[in-house]
């Protein structure tokens, strides 16, 4: 399966433009024969906690995935967008995955920052999606911090784990660099390929979000990146016989050996 992550640029509030350049991009990377593409966290809308601009995109919402549905119907590529959703009161912020016409899924994150639970609500489900005949894990930015979520999705049969992030301040380099510091044990530690992107944006108060994404083999190594030499995406092809080779080592597959009953204690 050949993989894109897309370190797209996003304005805040304004979805008309988002979608349009999240369009360009799925068409062209169709066209490179991509058949699974990752967006950043809410890049349909831009990162914001603004209540009044939440609300304005929201109401945008059956237009837009009108759109993305016609368009997925004409293409192979599947991909997956983000977009914040309302529930009654709670507002969410969410990741859809589309393929061939069909919207097959959606993720809330549920693990939300301090700041993030002053306006967002968390989501209580974390599912794989079946993609091309491969399960896909998406986690949303600060979920990427809890090893415990990628081991759910990768026992739920994940072989590849769609790390979609909105993450502030830094430039470029120091970001990959940090986000390499525990990105690749989330990969080494479950079996699984990873996919990273971070939204390129400003939001309303000056904050940068800088434009960096990756690829990483199960083994961690990186495949493709992005950031430094200020491209926008990372293009791979994926084998996922070496995550089936994995499987059948008798050491290297750490969770078939993890003993969950003994450490549910220590989750009490």
């Given amino acids: 399966m050949k993989v894109a992550s897309v370190s797209s640029k996003c304005i805040i509030g304004d979805v008309g433009k988002n979608l349009s350049t999240t369009i360009e991009w799925i ?81 809330r994150k549920t693990h939300l920052s301090s700041n993030e639970r002053e306006v967002f609500s968390e989501g209580s489900q974390l599912n794989v999606f079946q993609v091309k005949n491969i399960n896909i894990g998406i986690q949303l930015c600060y979920e990427t911090h809890f090893p415990e979520l990628s081991f759910i999705q990768a026992k739920k049969g994940a072989s590849l784990l769609a790390m979609a992030f909105a993450s502030p301040k830094e430039n470029s380099e120091i970001k990959l660099e940090r986000f390499k510091k525990y990105i690749p044990a989330r ?70 050996h993890k003993r969950i009953d003994w450490l549910k204690e220590y989750y009490g």
């Fill in 187 to 256: 990969a080494y530690d479950n079996n699984c390929f990873v996919m990273v992107c971070n939204q390129d944006s400003v939001n309303e108060n000056g904050t940068v979000f800088p434009s960096l994404s990756f690829i990483l083999d199960p083994k961690g190594n990186v495949l493709a990146e992005t950031g430094i030499d200020n491209k926008d995406i990372a293009l791979v092809e994926l084998d996922f016989q070496q995550v089936e080779k994995i499987k059948q080592s008798k050491m290297a597959y750490f969770n078939a």
């Fill in 27 to 107: 068409k062209k990377l169709n066209n490179q024969g991509a058949e699974f593409i990752l967006f950043p966290e809410l890049n349909l809308s831009g990162y914001t906690k603004d209540i009044d601009i939440l609300d304005k995109v929201i109401l945008e919402k059956k237009d837009v995935f009108k759109s993305l549905l016609e368009y997925s119907e004409q293409l192979n590529a599947a991909f997956a967008v983000g977009f914040p959703e309302q529930e009654d009161e709670k507002y969410f912020i969410s990741h859809f995955v589309f393929d061939q016409g069909r919207m097959i899924g959606s993720h």
